[in-house]
């Protein structure tokens, strides 16, 4: 209850006493929210939430022996395990408490002993045989216990040469299955260990293998109080346990848990495996080295969550992951599969994915009316329900009171913008009723042989936006329009209104049972996560900041991103441009919203025009607008008290600033788009019709304008009725992307019995000889 009121006060000093009924109820759950998650700590719960795994102080990094070992067997993968230690000494060194369970003594143990046989074999037979020829030599069979003894040591000096380079210190502890049953050996175990971790030292643990009895068959897991120590999972787990740890991380040779054996078809990698999911698994066999095989692994899982740990299982051999897999998880990101006990009410979003695609197919074979249909409910919707909308979207204002008014500009919604959402709607729906399937090309091949290339829907797309709940009608109509299925992911700011307006999509889909074509992601999966779901999601498309833009390019490495990271776009004021037209455009391109992409950021100013009229007004213009001036730096040089210089002339300002630069030429002017642009939206001035031809063809951006604003750049004054985003990108679509844009294409043939041989070299004569006479009369 302190806590309570200590935030209550805190926050009613921000929010001075504004709102206070939806105040106090969304605080109110909010403060629950986050007293709960930290009883939950405070009880030995584990998290229920892949991002509360940031929290996790305590560590266990299990390494399995197919991470440790070498293909062969025969030695350690020293890359491998450099990786691992050099992230373990960072998450140390970040303050958090880190231990290993490590397999591999009795790899390393094994490759020491075959060296000394050879070794020992080849001296021997060179001493009979009196000459240095050698023959074949066989290594036996040798025995684990005795590798174990021999390759501890070695082990164990690795790991501290490893991590001496990082300043972390360590110690060896070998445990075997009596010191857990033993009360007085475990109490002296948990004490050495805590001592350890008291003394910022990483304790490295290994089951004591050089005289450890064998497995029993039988002995599995017995309760929340016993395990049986038979492999390394069960160590870790037990150990988790007995120490409390926070998280207990298991490296293997897979990627996580499947739904079944690994490289069968259809197997489904597990993202969140929850208690009583056992059944729905079939377990392959066990990796290659190593005593358990994943089932061992889960039931190992299951038992440390029980007792109060969290638990990933991950890869720890894929090269292009080894060396952040642990770092990542810690990081809450999507890796591997994370042990809950907290199973959410709705979908995980690869079902929602998985639900949207199917659904998604049937809205594309709908007829176009029938689509149509649909926006327009949408459209009636959007007026009908405006009440519900704007009091979802006034709680949304009253959360989101402390963002910046240009934020809060565009998170409101009003009766006005929600009757111009439905008008654009209508117009969507028009222009869908020839999209889907339209013919673009047809070609007679043979005869009763016809070659068609028609527009399909391009198939999932991820549509991520920020705070702008009119975005989610605009973007489902477009979807829906093209016969794509959608996944939605909105920013927090606007949760309570892109609630109510998803709620509606899904009412005006459903009139023609396509309920789920169109998917809200809600849950608390990052961006970083949705764009690795590349069997899934077949195109992404960002709205947003410049950041968020970058963050998801980069992001998605193996998903098509259409969109646009920066609108750093140009104004070219030529020698010959009309007074009149400079003032207007340069106005309005860089005043009437400074903080879209389409404004001008840049004003390129031909030579000739410095010291005129022209150009002094231009300045004039710009200062009663309060637009603050940096200079290019040859415009800094024919100033002698010149305004601040610009740091880099590929500045998006986003603001009322902009650049001036002074240029020699039009063809300077193209150089320095070239070098400097972003390829978005770039604009000459000019009364010289053969310059401005120069300009429009060989500057290389999306859009090209001459004497008219960037700010045209725009999907609804294209007459395109919405927009999906402004791509920069060379792929099918540039510019403002409207519904032609979500389309792609597929080839259809349409034969009589036709085979490829009929058109080889002898079978196309063959053809023509047999069928001229048809072929002519079809040319006739």
């Known amino acids: 209850m302190l806590v ?129 020829q050698l023959k074949d030599m066989s290594v036996p069979v040798l025995e684990a216990r005795a590798c174990a003894a021999a390759g501890q040591s070695g082990l164990m000096a690795l ?46 643990i290994n089951t004591n293998d050089a005289v450890v009895p064998p497995p029993e068959p039988n002995s599995d897991l017995q309760g929340v109080n016993v395990i049986s120590i038979k492999d390394n999972d069960s160590l870790a787990a037990r150990l988790a346990v ?19 054996p690994p490289g069968s078809d259809d197997a489904k990698l597990i993202d969140i495996f929850y208690p009583g999911d056992q059944q729905s698994i079939t377990y392959g066999t066990k990796s290659r080295v190593g005593l358990g095989g994943m089932e061992a692994k889960v039931k190992a899982a299951l038992w440390a969550l029980q007792g109060g740990t969290s638990v990933v299982i991950a890869n720890g051999t894929h090269p292009k992951v080894t060396g952040h897999v642990i770092t990542d998880i810690v990081e809450g990101k999507k890796v591997g599969t994370f042990f809950s006990e907290v199973k959410p009410a709705g979908p995980t979003v690869e079902q929602q994915t998985e639900m949207a695609r199917n659904s998604g197919r049937t809205l594309a074979a709908l007829h176009p009316d029938q689509r149509g249909a649909i926006i327009c409910h949408l459209a009636d919707l959007l007026v009908e329900k405006k009440e519900e909308i704007l009091a979802a979207n006034k709680t949304d204002m009253d959360l989101a009171a402390n963002l910046s008014s240009a934020l809060l500009n565009r998170l409101s919604l009003s009766p006005a913008k929600l009757n111009s959402l439905a008008i654009g709607l209508r117009q969507i729906a028009l222009a869908s009723q020839d999209s889907v399937g339209r013919v673009l090309r047809r070609t007679r091949v043979a005869h009763n042989l016809e070659l ?29 329009a093209s016969g794509n299925a959608l996944l939605a992911k909105g920013g927090k700011e606007a949760a309570n209104t892109n609630r109510v307006l998803h709620e509606l999509t899904q009412e005006a889909l459903d009139i023609h049972g396509v309920k789920e074509a169109v998917q809200l992601v809600s849950t608390r999966e990052e961006v970083e996560d949705l764009c690795r779901l590349d069997k899934m999601i077949d195109l992404i498309i960002p709205r947003g900041s410049s950041a968020l833009v970058r963050n998801i390019q980069r992001a998605a490495k193996s998903i098509p991103v259409l969109g646009h990271s920066e609108g750093i776009c140009h104004i070219y004021v030529d020698s010959e441009a009309a007074i009149d037209k400079v003032i207007k455009i340069v106005r309005d391109s860089k005043c009437d919203y400074p903080a879209a992409c389409n404004a001008m950021e840049t004003l390129l100013v031909h030579r000739d025009i410095l010291r005129t009229t022209l150009f002094d007004q231009i300045i004039d213009m710009l200062r009663t607008e309060r637009v603050k001036i940096h200079a290019g730096p040859r415009f800094a ?38 070098r400097y642009g972003s390829s978005h939206t770039d604009v000459i001035v000019t009364e010289n019709e053969d310059t401005a031809e120069q300009f429009l063809q060989q500057l290389d951006s999306a859009c090209v304008f001459w004497n008219a604003s960037s700010r045209f750049a725009d999907g609804y004054r294209f007459g395109l009725g919405a927009e999906v985003g402004i791509s920069t990108a060379r792929i099918h679509a540039r510019g403002p992307v409207g519904l032609e844009g979500l389309l792609t294409t597929k080839w259809v043939l349409r034969g009589d019995g036709h085979t490829a041989a009929d058109f080889s070299e002898h079978g196309t004569l063959k053809y023509l000889h047999e069928n001229l006479p048809v072929l002519m009369c079809n040319f006739i």
């Open 4 to 132: 309570r009121n200590s935030v209550y006060e805190h926050c009613l000093k921000l929010n001075k006493g504004s709102h206070k009924h939806t105040f106090y109820k969304v605080l109110d759950q909010l403060v629950t929210c986050i007293l709960s998650v930290s009883l939950a700590r405070a009880n030995g719960n584990s998290y229920a939430h892949r991002g509360e795994l940031r929290q996790a102080k305590r560590i266990v990094v299990k390494l399995g022996s197919a991470v440790v070992t070498r293909g062969d067997e025969c030695g350690l993968a020293l890359g491998r395990l450099a990786s691992v230690v050099e992230q373990v000494a960072m998450l140390q060194n970040q303050g958090r408490e880190m231990m290993i369970v490590t397999s591999g003594a009795v790899a390393f143990g094994k490759q020491r002993l075959r060296h000394e046989i050879l070794l020992s074999q080849s001296v021997r037979q060179a001493l009979h045989s009196g000459q240095n």
């Open 159 to 204: 790991y501290e040469a490893m991590f001496t380079q990082y300043s972390t210190c360590t110690a060896q502890v070998l445990v075997t299955n009596l010191d857990f049953h033993d009360d007085q050996k475990r109490q002296n175990l948990n004490s050495t260990l805590q001592e350890l971790l008291r003394m910022n030292i990483v304790p490295i």
């Open 242 to 260: 007995e120490m409390k740890a926070d998280l207990l991380i298991a490296l293997s040779d897979v990627e996580g848990l499947y739904d079944s």
């Open 452 to 480: 068609e290339q028609i527009t399909v829907p391009i198939g999932v797309l991820l549509v991520i936006f920020e705070a702008r709940p009119d975005c989610l009608p605009q973007v489902s109509a477009l979807a829906i």
């Open 637 to 674: 040089s024919y100033l002698t008290f010149s305004p601040s210089e610009v740091k880099s002339l590929r500045t998006e300002y986003g603001d009322l600033e902009c650049c001036i630069e002074v240029v020699d030429s039009m063809q300077e002017a193209i150089d320095h788009i070239h």
